[in-house]
């Protein structure tokens, strides 16, 4: 039986693929579409939720809006493994935190027009002052056949949040307040009356304004992710959190499908809405994933009962970016525990369940890296600070199954534009393909 392994990953070229991905995905809509053509590429077919799934064994996707589900059940049937196969997961996130536009965004104010935004998740403010940015996201349209949504992309840059003049807040340097309501709003033309956002939009997705029904629709920042730093060992890149996690998750899993025979069925997950607490059609307390793992054990021949066998021996890692050690602010991490860039995979660990590590899942992702031959970091917040989450507790509530909660390392989590390093992508991605394929 042949695995992936970490030669399989070059550095420089995880790098660069990371950088495409990131620039080419403003949305969860988009990173979905361009997982999806990568899956494509690797012969992974698109299937509707209101089909029935093929019996046959294959390589197959779905998405719903911005989530998707793929697995490949060929390794699995080449080893005669049955219906109760247990499954690997891979699971992460396609959104970020960002401003997103209200559905009755048009206004002017002192000669400026502008338009309404509602911050997503839990952006650093800071972070979307005097910055270039565009637009992207889903938009509803009336067509003859009905409603269809549309992408956009406009990565022009067309907005700003303009910062108010340090001779005007004089203690702007020593303490700044942003109020999300007043001082956040981008300006995006000058006159007396407001601009057509409807109008503005349907230009870009082909449709007249009143056939623009509704919209899903975010700004960006424009500037393109690069590497930076004396040697360019670094990204600097919007959305790392958590583009990063399903740019590898997707690499991990177009490797860990080269298995002539596997004893588990590998399975990426990327999850809408995390950011906001996963509570939604498609986020990961919805029935996304367990309606897919069912049918797929459907499909198989098996039944109720083959589903649960199933999940009993499933093992699921959630992958979500994690904090490296900032070197201006030691003191805000656990001293036992430092985390650096470009030094490998994370294990996070929290005693409260904010992560879902345990000794069994954690044990799993020892032994991927291990496989992998790539080095492992531990990750555990300070016991008097408040710790994040993931998508990985509730992927374990709703499954039963061993979870382990892993990351790649960076900073400056939820900015506009945030650093990881250049090398990890490509251990991140090695980790991960040997967990879904494990010796």
């Given at each position: 039986m042949s695995h992936p392994a970490a030669g399989a990953f070059d550095a420089d070229s995880e790098a660069q693929g990371l950088i495409e991905?990131?620039?080419?995905?403003?949305?969860?809509?988009?990173?979905c579409a361009q997982a999806a053509d990568s899956l494509a590429a690797g012969g992974f077919a698109e299937l509707s939720e209101r089909e029935p799934f093929p019996t046959t064994p294959g390589r197959y996707l779905v998405r719903r809006g911005g989530s998707l589900v793929a697995w490949d059940t060929t390794g699995a049937a080449a080893a005669s493994a049955g219906a109760a196969t247990p499954f690997r997961v891979v699971g992460a996130h396609t959104d970020s935190p960002t401003l997103r536009i209200k559905p009755q965004p048009d206004h002017v104010s002192a000669g400026w027009q502008m338009l309404g935004v509602e911050p997503y998740g839990s952006p650093l403010l800071n972070s979307w002052l005097d910055r270039d940015l565009g637009l992207a996201g889903r938009v509803a349209v009336r067509t003859a056949g009905g409603v269809q949504t549309r992408l956009?992309?406009?990565?022009?840059?067309?907005?700003?949040?303009?910062?108010?003049a340090i001779h005007l807040d004089r203690g702007a340097n020593d303490e700044l307040h942003l109020d999300k309501q007043r001082h956040l709003v981008p300006l995006w033309g000058v006159g007396e009356a407001p601009a057509d956002f409807r109008a503005y939009v349907g230009a870009r997705v082909g449709a007249e304004p009143v056939d623009v029904l509704a919209w899903d629709v975010m700004v960006c920042p424009v500037q393109p992710s690069t590497r930076i730093g004396r040697e360019r060992d670094l990204i600097a890149a919007p959305r790392l959190d958590n583009l990063a996690t399903s740019y590898a998750g997707v690499r991990a899993l177009l490797a860990a499908a080269a298995a002539a025979e596997a004893r588990h069925v590998p399975v990426l997950v990327l999850f809408d809405h995390e950011e906001?607490?996963?509570?939604?059609?498609r986020g990961a307390t919805s029935t996304l994933l367990p309606s897919v793992l069912e049918r797929v054990v459907a499909a198989a021949g098996g039944g109720r009962e083959?589903?649960?066998?199933?999940?009993?021996?499933?093992?699921?890692?959630?992958?979500?970016?994690?904090?490296?050690?900032?070197?201006?602010?030691?003191?805000?991490?656990?001293?036992?525990?430092r985390i650096r860039v470009n030094a490998g995979p994370v294990l996070k660990v929290n005693a409260n369940l904010r992560y879902a590590t345990d000794s069994v899942g954690a044990a799993a992702f020892v032994e991927a890296c291990a496989q992998a031959d790539v080095p492992l970091q531990t990750f555990v917040s300070r016991s008097d600070l408040p710790c994040g989450s993931t998508v990985g507790p509730f992927t374990?509530?709703?499954?039963?199954?061993?979870?382990?909660?892993?990351?790649?390392?960076?900073?400056?989590?939820?900015?506009?534009?945030?650093?990881?390093?250049?090398?990890?992508?490509?251990?991140?991605?090695?980790a991960l393909a040997a967990f879904l394929a494990p010796d």
């Amino acid at each position: 039986m042949s695995h992936p392994a970490a030669g399989a990953f070059d550095a420089d070229s995880e790098a660069q693929g990371l950088i495409e991905f990131v620039d080419a995905s403003p949305s969860p809509f988009h990173a979905c579409a361009q997982a999806a053509d990568s899956l494509a590429a690797g012969g992974f077919a698109e299937l509707s939720e209101r089909e029935p799934f093929p019996t046959t064994p294959g390589r197959y996707l779905v998405r719903r809006g911005g989530s998707l589900v793929a697995w490949d059940t060929t390794g699995a049937a080449a080893a005669s493994a049955g219906a109760a196969t247990p499954f690997r997961v891979v699971g992460a996130h396609t959104d970020s935190p960002t401003l997103r536009i209200k559905p009755q965004p048009d206004h002017v104010s002192a000669g400026w027009q502008m338009l309404g935004v509602e911050p997503y998740g839990s952006p650093l403010l800071n972070s979307w002052l005097d910055r270039d940015l565009g637009l992207a996201g889903r938009v509803a349209v009336r067509t003859a056949g009905g409603v269809q949504t549309r992408l956009l992309h406009d990565g022009q840059p067309v907005l700003r949040v303009a910062q108010l003049a340090i001779h005007l807040d004089r203690g702007a340097n020593d303490e700044l307040h942003l109020d999300k309501q007043r001082h956040l709003v981008p300006l995006w033309g000058v006159g007396e009356a407001p601009a057509d956002f409807r109008a503005y939009v349907g230009a870009r997705v082909g449709a007249e304004p009143v056939d623009v029904l509704a919209w899903d629709v975010m700004v960006c920042p424009v500037q393109p992710s690069t590497r930076i730093g004396r040697e360019r060992d670094l990204i600097a890149a919007p959305r790392l959190d958590n583009l990063a996690t399903s740019y590898a998750g997707v690499r991990a899993l177009l490797a860990a499908a080269a298995a002539a025979e596997a004893r588990h069925v590998p399975v990426l997950v990327l999850f809408d809405h995390e950011e906001v607490g996963s509570t939604s059609e498609r986020g990961a307390t919805s029935t996304l994933l367990p309606s897919v793992l069912e049918r797929v054990v459907a499909a198989a021949g098996g039944g109720r009962e083959d589903y649960w066998r199933a999940l009993a021996g499933t093992v699921v890692a959630s992958g979500d970016m994690a904090h490296a050690t900032h070197p201006n602010y030691p003191d805000r991490h656990e001293p036992l525990h430092r985390i650096r860039v470009n030094a490998g995979p994370v294990l996070k660990v929290n005693a409260n369940l904010r992560y879902a590590t345990d000794s069994v899942g954690a044990a799993a992702f020892v032994e991927a890296c291990a496989q992998a031959d790539v080095p492992l970091q531990t990750f555990v917040s300070r016991s008097d600070l408040p710790c994040g989450s993931t998508v990985g507790p509730f992927t374990a509530a709703l499954t039963g199954a061993a979870t382990v909660d892993v990351g790649a390392p960076m900073l400056s989590m939820h900015s506009a534009r945030e650093l990881c390093g250049a090398a990890d992508p490509a251990m991140y991605a090695a980790a991960l393909a040997a967990f879904l394929a494990p010796d």
